[in-house]
């Protein structure tokens, strides 16, 4: 078994490419058991998220393992720690082990700007990131990928880690500006794209105009959520997929529960989105949400192509 390090993690995973791959697998044949969600309050009376994700193909086998400790922020560690094994799914050996980290906020950002591929509009010129953590900073990058943005801005509850994160992509060769403003950038936004984690909902559906596609990705435990309540009412909803989107974010099981939205009104998932059973966007002037949970055949393709960037 070969250990895969960070650096060659990030080598292998550009962003277009690895959208493509992601497209990719999803058109195949894969078996993804429901994943393993486990709450465990620390020391300091936080809870914090264990995750087992297994998935497998005829060749291969892969299972990440995740920790999501949302109190890191104020020890300036990062919220999420994870890592990645695959295996011969025939022999079962171990082929690598590769540090998931970064593996996992590639993929997540890369997720959403393929789902974005079929749900924003064509000709949309601005985009607005919420958050500036881990999957926050890859997010303009996947995004552009798919689409042509002319606007780009970033906002964080820290106005500090946002212009941060702001510089740090304008060194990449983006036009990105921080704003301190969310309601306003998010009434001119075409593409929303949140990934924090916030337990209350940041995004009103107030502010939405027409057209607008909206990516939600924080939103991780059943009883959090990015969204309010008006922008479920106004949106189609997508999700990567019904079985973790429906049941484990707040952002689609409180509304769930509440009557506000019915399961089967959810319009389609990635692989249906990739597989053409469902179109996507549809018209012009709709207001669209992709619902991400994470996937473990998308850590699959990722992990997928950093093996074999490794071995050849």
């Known amino acids: 078994m070969i250990h895969i390090p960070a650096d060659r993690v990030v080598a292998a995973l550009d962003y277009a490419p690895l959208i493509d791959a992601l497209r990719d697998i999803f058109l195949t044949d894969y078996t993804m058991p429901v994943r393993h969600h486990h709450f465990y309050e620390t020391d300091e009376g936080v809870e914090n998220t264990f995750i087992l994700m297994p998935v497998w193909n005829d060749r291969y086998l892969g299972v990440k393992q995740v920790t999501v400790a949302p109190a890191n922020s104020s020890k300036g560690l990062p919220a999420i720690h994870a890592s990645y094994t695959l295996l011969d799914a025939r022999?079962?050996?171990?082929?690598?082990?590769?540090?998931?980290a970064e593996l996992t906020s590639r993929r997540t950002a890369c997720t959403s700007a393929l789902a974005a591929s079929f749900l924003a509009r064509t000709d949309v010129e601005s985009l607005l990131v919420v958050g500036s953590g881990k999957v926050a900073q890859h997010l303009v990058q996947a995004h552009t990928a798919v689409r042509p943005y002319k606007h780009i801005s970033v906002w964080a509850r820290d106005g500090h880690k946002a212009q941060t994160m702001a510089d740090q992509l304008?060194?990449?060769?983006?036009?990105?500006?921080?704003?301190?403003?969310?309601?306003?950038?998010?009434?001119?936004?075409?593409?929303?794209?949140?990934?924090?984690?916030?337990?209350?909902?940041?995004?009103?559906?107030?502010?939405?105009?027409?057209?607008?596609?909206?990516?939600?990705?924080?939103?991780?435990?059943?009883?959090?959520?990015?969204?309010?309540?008006?922008?479920?009412?106004?949106?189609?909803?997508?999700?990567?997929?019904?079985?973790?989107?429906l049941h484990e974010t707040g952002e689609l099981a409180i509304p769930i529960a509440e009557g506000l939205l019915k399961p089967e009104n959810v319009k389609a998932d990635i692989a249906e989105l990739c597989k053409g059973i469902h179109a996507g966007r549809t018209e012009a002037e709709g207001i669209t949400l992709f619902k991400s949970a994470g996937m473990a055949v998308e850590d699959l393709a990722a992990a997928l192509l950093v093996y074999q960037s490794v071995t050849g």
């Open 170 to 245: 304008a060194d990449l060769g983006y036009s990105v500006s921080a704003t301190t403003d969310l309601a306003g950038a998010a009434r001119t936004a075409d593409v929303i794209s949140c990934a924090t984690l916030s337990p209350t909902p940041l995004i009103k559906g107030e502010w939405l105009k027409p057209g607008t596609h909206l990516d939600l990705i924080g939103s991780h435990t059943p009883r959090t959520r990015e969204a309010d309540d008006e922008v479920i009412r106004r949106s189609e909803v997508f999700v990567d997929s019904r079985a973790g989107a």
């Open 91 to 100: 022999t079962g050996v171990p082929l690598a082990q590769l540090d998931a």
